[in-house]
């Protein structure tokens, strides 16, 4: 066993140094990521610490629910993990004063989770989704710490993988003690991977236990629009259309800017806004943007300004900036859905080839705007299948049609306005999904609390 995990933790290892690089701010609070930790009260024997490993953004929402029933139990303590900054960022703000420790996730080699180990000193894990950590896993075997994963799913890609090296995949498994999965395929999956029935638990996808927000009123909606540079200050007979970019994954940003000109050549006045899955990648996209002909407003850039910090909003040179604002990049975390409000069309990301995974919808549909999705969502197929069997949406077979698909939502008033209706519709509709780990794990708790 020790020998897989010591295979597993070196195949993966370039693979985490080269995402780590990848994203900018990967050296800001490199201390928490060598264990470098400040000591927290010793609580063994008084109340039970659970550790619980959020690996990035995408997962702060699904965990929302979760923490706000764990957090004012008085017989638990929490320590939270994440893999990278934006995520951490998000967590520190919110939960950081009502929890034992908010911290960057240790680099997953012996002496680092030995330190981080150390410190939390946990009784419990809980991971939402299934994160590469196995040297933490191993050693939540070794201490005989029960290993609970929430949330969790397995790509086709993902299956082919562990299902082609079983050895490594029976020891990676062990240590779970129980895994909520979103749906009957992913059970399937991961009993034929050698999980046994009585641990799987179908549970649905967190990120759909929210309710759908209240629309922004016609003069809040304006005054967005021009704060973006979208519009001049003067009142216009017409607004632009926005597009709008929702989690894009690499080369996705590029088709945004092929089917903006594509409207424009038939002359539709559509902006775009882009907000990329990863605010990290921002350093590559602005200088990706720098060179594009259109008038660009970076976020982060134009806040800087508003607060007198900073005059530079423009990522363009001055000779080539118009009067208004071509596209938005929203380069920061926490605003999406006031954007997702601006938008009269969405594109959900990570849903193009290559990528395979796609992007949850649940954020668009909370706020009744209608999305298209490319060909590949395989880490929500459940999710988007029900949502374009209610009408909630539209989705292309390839780029083509995907490229066509946001053309007729642009160019279609009512065609937009019933899927964005559906979309809430649909969503109104989903269970509350979080209830089900959560009473499962209360129970639990109920029977372990020291």
Known sequence: MKLSFLALRWISLPI???????????????HQRCGLLEPLPDVSGTVMRIWIHV???????????????????????????????ASYSVLAEKYSSSVALVTLVPFDFPFFIKRTWGVIKPDWIISVHQAALFELWH???IKKVP???????????????????????????????????????????FFRLGVSRDKLIVAGNLKSDMQPYPS????????????????????????????????????????????????????????????????????LLKFALRFSKYSVAVHSQRNRAKFGLDTACRATLPSRMTKTTDVYFLDVTGELVKFLQMAD??????????????????????????IVVGPNSEDFHSD????????????????????????????????????????REWLEKKSADSEVIIRNIEETLSTRVL
């Open 16 to 30: 985490k140094i080269f995402s780590l690089l990848l994203f900018a701010g990967w050296w800001k609070h490199f």
């Open 55 to 85: 690996p990035s953004i995408g997962e702060v929402d699904a965990v929302d629910a979760l923490l706000k029933r764990l957090i004012p139990n008085e017989s638990i303590s929490i320590a939270i993990t994440t893999e990278h900054h």
């Open 139 to 141: 050693y939540a075997s």
């Open 147 to 189: 290993v609970t994963l929430i949330n969790s799913s397995l790509s086709t890609l993902e299956f082919r993988i562990l299902a082609a090296l079983p050895i490594f995949t029976r020891h990676l498994v062990a240590p779970f003690e129980r895994i909520y999965v979103r749906s009957s395929r992913d059970r399937e999956r």
């Open 216 to 283: 922004l009123a016609q003069d809040e909606r304006y005054e967005l629009l021009r704060e973006a540079g979208f519009i001049d200050r003067e009142p216009q007979d017409q607004e632009p259309l926005v597009l709008m970019g929702i989690s894009t994954w690499s080369g996705e940003e590029r088709f945004l800017l092929h089917v903006m000109k594509d409207l424009r050549e038939q002359g539709v006045d559509v902006r775009l806004i882009l907000a990329p899955r990863f605010p990290e990648r921002r350093m």
């Open 345 to 370: 069309v969405g594109f959900v990301g990570n849903s193009l080839p290559p990528h395979r995974k796609g992007q949850n919808p649940f954020e668009a549909a909370a706020v009744g705007l209608p």
């Open 384 to 423: 988007y299948e029900s949502l374009l069997e209610s009408g909630g949406g539209l989705k292309g077979e390839d780029l083509m049609s995907t490229r066509d698909a946001i053309i007729q939502l642009i160019k279609k008033r009512n065609v937009r306005e019933q899927i964005g209706f559906e979309a």
